[in-house]
């Protein structure tokens, strides 16, 4: 399973765009990668999930470069209840059934300021 | 649409004590998982079920932890006997199969479990 690496914590402004940035050098031909948002007490959320380039829906987008050993999670104009932690997973495919076994990381701690 | 639910959201008990873990997936999903997270850890896959077939178990820590999901619906998770290292946020997900892409998968609140 390909490993993934992103920020400890992050800390930003109310209104503001905030981009978390996760490594996974080791990706392979068929991960796909998802993001998952998790508030405390409650299980982790879907945000969004893409293979390359970028994706775009009513939360946030995902950018994807080419090589796509990393990708970057972009919330637009944040507010206090995107106070989370946010998880970047880098899934094997199975041959059945098409589901992704995640992975989770340390994921990153953001915390929104008023 | 109700999504996932666990049972019950937090439970204590001694060492070497039996404890039952459940979780009723969102209705049609085949795909149902368990996941744990210990103290201070990442969260950890554990087991994938497809309908009632176990699909993957590799994450299963050891021979203490049976997890069923017998016709296809809610599953169990039993962990007999209980350790202290048990101890952590057990979740539940469950996803539709999309006949081919990979599934978005929906998690419940998890169980606290307190081995003391």
């Known amino acids: 399973l390909a490993k993934t690496t992103q920020p400890i914590s992050m800390d930003s402004y109310e209104g503001q765009e905030v981009n978390i940035t996760c490594s996974h050098n080791n990706i392979a031909t068929n991960d796909y990668i998802t993001w998952y948002q998790q508030f405390p007490s409650q299980g982790p959320r879907f945000i969004i999930q893409g293979y390359k380039t970028k994706v775009t829906n009513e939360v946030a987008s995902l950018f994807i470069p080419a090589d796509r050993k990393s990708s970057t999670l972009s919330l637009p104009r944040v507010s206090l209840s995107d106070t989370a932690v946010y998880y970047c997973l880098v899934g094997d495919r199975a041959r059945t059934g098409g589901y992704q076994k995640v992975t989770f990381g340390t994921g990153t701690k953001l915390q929104v300021i008023p | 649409e109700a999504g996932v639910t666990q049972f019950p959201s937090h439970s204590v008990i001694e060492k070497g004590q039996t404890v039952t873990l459940r979780c009723d997936p969102i209705s049609g999903h085949d795909n149902l998982y368990w996941y744990r997270r210990v103290m201070g850890k990442e969260i950890k896959f554990l087991l994938h079920?497809?309908?009632?077939?176990?699909?993957?178990e590799s994450g299963m820590p050891n021979n203490r932890f049976l997890a069923e999901r017998t016709g296809g619906t809610y599953s169990t998770l039993k962990v007999q006997p209980a350790e202290l290292e048990d101890s952590g946020v057990y979740f539940c997900?469950?996803?539709?199969?999309?006949?081919?892409?990979?599934?978005?998968?929906?998690f419940g609140p998890g169980t606290r479990l307190t081995v003391l």
């Open positions: 079920f497809v309908k009632e077939s176990k699909q993957d």
């Open positions: 997900a469950s996803s539709q199969d999309r006949g081919g892409t990979v599934d978005e998968q929906f």
